[in-house]
């Protein structure tokens, strides 16, 4: 394979985790783990755009900070600069366990085990951009110490030469000249980004990470840092990850897309087919929801239910608790029982504790017989999901206790769906609605 | 043709980007000295010092040692308005206003030493744990908080106590003291600063910890250190004039807390003037720079509140 065909991966993620303990108690003892970021794995191609899709809360952000080498991961990779042959060599190493191919595949492209020289490299190419451009730019420095701030870390350039750099990405990013001298409480929102951008960009990059670079802004001025952005990339060339909750944002820009819930990929694939046909239930939804450019930060409308929390996600499938074409094999488990008895004050007052041998296998403990009983009526009505009645192999009632053991599946995982698709769903394709 | 468009001309670089931020000192100096109540603190800080560093003019000093009080044998306990004794005299002979001119020069050289070394250390400490953070951020608490469990007044005074009255003792214990707070108050906003993303924004350029500290957290965490130092200037001159009025200096030192000490006695029987005006500059003193310090509080730092 000549060099020149050779499609290099500028990123390569590899069952990617970042958790963050939650620490309580005046000792500050570890009681549990936020899995911000629970076991991400996929490519990012020199010059291509992706778009990281999902829900507020569910990892975008953490991801990208890991990305751009700002934490370190829990576990898992993230490996810099391979050529496809090298990508080769570094799953079949990986599938092949430690050894010496991986050992030194990972000092010269794992980003938390870099040596100096690659790290440096890395660093100079990886640039983000954040979503609050009033935290981004430190308010005591004027606009040509911040756009010559790369410039000058690297020692591209200083005196008068710099400032003319400096102008040069200034003008790329619709600002000029006039703005070299001012503090960035000068600037609207816009041109703050705008700055966040020129300084991105300073370094020539290969990628730049954008996490919703355009949230936070008016309506009309997203659609002017879209554009911006789009032309940019278009005539540099550079590889863009792009993070955002509204996937109309992302449609005209993005080659790929990754629709991101609870820490993991649901699906991903190239744009206009994802659009057009979505195989996972979460991306209909999100689409379904289809929240145009209102700038609205509520969420998705549409998509029903809470996000649920992080530090325990669902067992099977992490959407299973919201998900209406949820099967008996999506992961139904004692805690949407829980969650059922929530929504009845009445007998979830009565419940005294759960036992559970395992998340599928539990006796819930109330306080009386007929309590006990209650639930276990409840539990063939109709407040109950028929494919989580159907999910439960077993339920005895005992004095003050049920007893409930569901169908234990396994995590759901991403598999191909041809076309470059993947998707993590028990099911083939989406059930025609109606 | 004559253009005053707000776009810089092509001159150097470096005098615009100088032109700029020295303008953005003067404004800031310019609103801090609208307030009336400000402007008259430095008045006085003015005056005061002025007085501490012209001493040698005003009031020619007689004696070898300058910074002892001279000693009038022909005139014990003169009242204000004497001749060659404008404030009168102790009833050792002791020139009120030489006392109260050169009491202010000690009185300047005791704050500045005291409020230099310790924001030296205290904002060496409080960065330290507040940026690097983990059980280094831990320990240094730890040690911060024994200091702060003790009254700052009684704590300087049993240190001057146990290392025998001098006044270089006493800069020495206020000092010690003194450095504590400027350590919890840096460590606070360092961690608040960090968390800016232009701190993240600095990482992921390339830049230095030691730079990213030294131009994106440092300039952003000083303000309320530069407040508390101005206060501090009022406040330790306040704590060390006590200190020396219940001995702890050496006798006969032009001190402010000295003469006040030394005058005190003629106090019943009318003296009145020995005891007042050291008392009344001490006042003065620490008022000013309370006054100082609470101006620039209000312009650069809204938010933040004295403990
Ligand atoms: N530094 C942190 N410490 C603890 N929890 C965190 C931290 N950063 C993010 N989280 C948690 O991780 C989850 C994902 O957050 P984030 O990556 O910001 O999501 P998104 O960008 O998609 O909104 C959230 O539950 C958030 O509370
Ligand atoms: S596996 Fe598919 S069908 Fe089952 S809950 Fe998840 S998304 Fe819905
Ligand atoms: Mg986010």
Excluded at chain 1, 121 to 129: I, S
Excluded at chain 2, 128 to 149: H, P, W
Aim: charged residues 20%.
């Amino acid at each position: 394979m000549t060099a020149a065909t050779d499609q290099r991966t500028v990123l390569a993620v590899r069952d990617l985790k970042k958790h963050f303990p939650i620490k309580d108690g005046a000792l500050q003892r570890v009681v549990g783990q936020v899995r911000a970021v629970d076991g991400v794995s996929f490519d990012l191609l020199r010059g291509e755009t992706l778009g990281l899709v999902g829900e507020s809360g569910c990892g975008k952000t953490t991801l990208g900070r890991v990305l751009a080498g700002l934490e370190k991961p829990t576990s898992g990779g993230v490996y810099f600069d391979l050529s496809e042959q090298q990508r080769t060599e570094l799953d079949q190493a990986l599938r092949a366990g430690q050894g010496e191919d991986l050992a030194q595949l990972e000092a010269a492209h794992r980003v938390d085990r870099l040596d100096a020289t690659n790290w440096r490299r890395f660093r100079r190419n990886t640039q983000m951009v954040f979503q609050d451009s009033f935290s981004s730019l430190n308010p005591r420095h004027l606009v040509s110490d911040i756009v010559g701030r790369p410039l000058r870390v690297y020692k591209e350039a200083s005196g008068s030469a710099l400032t003319e750099r400096v102008v040069g990405l200034l003008e790329q990013v619709g600002l000029g000249r006039q703005h070299l001298y001012r503090y960035p409480h000068q600037f609207s929102g816009g041109q703050r980004q705008r700055i966040s951008i020129a300084r991105a960009l300073a370094l020539d990059p290969e990628l730049v990470i954008l996490d919703e670079p355009t949230s936070a802004l008016d309506v009309s001025v997203q659609a002017q840092i879209l554009n911006l952005l789009h032309e940019l990339q278009q005539n540099r060339g550079f590889t863009f990850l792009f993070i955002t909750h509204d996937l109309s944002v992302v449609r005209h820009m993005a080659d790929r897309i990754a629709v991101m819930y609870l820490g993991r990929i649901a699906e991903s694939g190239e744009t206009t087919g994802l659009f057009d046909d979505p195989i996972h239930p979460y991306t209909e939804a999100l689409l379904r929801a289809n929240p145009d450019l209102t700038g609205d930060d509520e969420g998705f409308r549409g998509l029903e239910g809470t996000v649920p929390d992080p530090a325990r996600p669902p067992q099977g499938c992490r959407f299973h608790t919201r998900c209406e074409y949820a099967t008996p094999d999506c992961g139904w488990e004692i805690d949407d029982v829980v969650l059922q008895l929530e929504d009845t004050p009445a007998l979830f007052d009565k419940l005294v504790g759960v036992e559970r041998r395992s998340p599928f296998d539990a006796d819930l403990e109330f306080v009386d017989a007929s309590a006990a009983a209650a639930l276990e009526t409840a539990l063939h009505g109709d407040e109950v999901p028929s494919s989580m009645k159907a999910a439960i192999e077993q339920v005895s009632v005992g004095a003050q206790t049920v007893s409930i053991k569901f169908r234990e599946v396994n995590e759901v995982l991403l598999t191909p769906r041809g076309n470059d698709r993947l998707a993590a769903c028990v099911l083939d394709a989406l059930p025609s609605r109606d | 043709m004559s253009t005053t468009s707000t776009s810089p001309p092509l001159t150097t670089s470096h005098e615009s980007a100088f032109r700029v931020r020295l303008r953005r000192m003067g404004e800031t100096s310019g609103r801090v000295l609208s307030n009336p109540t400000t402007l008259g603190g430095l008045v006085i800080i003015v005056v005061m010092v002025g007085m501490a560093v012209l001493a040698p003019w005003l009031v020619e000093p007689n004696t070898p040692n300058a910074s002892q009080m001279p000693r009038d044998w022909g005139a014990i306990a003169v009242p204000p308005g004497s001749p060659g004794h404008l404030l009168g005299t102790t009833n050792t002979g002791g020139d009120v206003l030489y006392g109260v001119i050169w009491g202010a020069r000690t009185s300047l050289r005791l704050s500045l030493i005291v409020v230099t070394v310790t924001v030296a250390i205290g904002v060496a400490v409080g960065s330290l744990a507040g940026f690097r953070g983990g059980r280094l951020d831990e320990i240094l608490m730890r040690i911060v908080d024994v200091f702060l469990s003790i009254p700052e007044l009684i704590f300087a005074l049993a240190i001057a106590a146990v290392l025998g009255p001098s006044f270089r003792n006493i800069i020495l214990a206020l000092a010690i003291v003194f450095w504590v707070k400027y350590a919890r108050i840096m460590r606070a906003q360092v961690m608040h600063v960090k968390q800016n993303d232009y701190v993240d924004a600095s990482r992921v350029i390339g830049d230095s910890s030691w730079n990213i500290f030294r131009k994106d957290v440092l300039p952003n965490s000083i303000t309320p250190v530069v407040v508390q130092a101005t206060l501090d200037m009022g406040n330790i001159v306040l704590v060390g004039a006590t200190l020396s009025f219940i001995g702890l200096a050496e006798a006969g030192l032009a001190e402010w807390g000295v003469l006040v000490s030394e005058g005190q006695a003629g106090i019943s029987g009318g003296r009145w003037w020995a005891s007042t005006f050291p008392g009344l500059m001490v006042f003065l003193w620490a008022l000013a720079f309370n006054l100082l310090g609470d101006g620039i509080r209000d312009v650069l730092d809204p938010k933040t509140e004295t403990r």
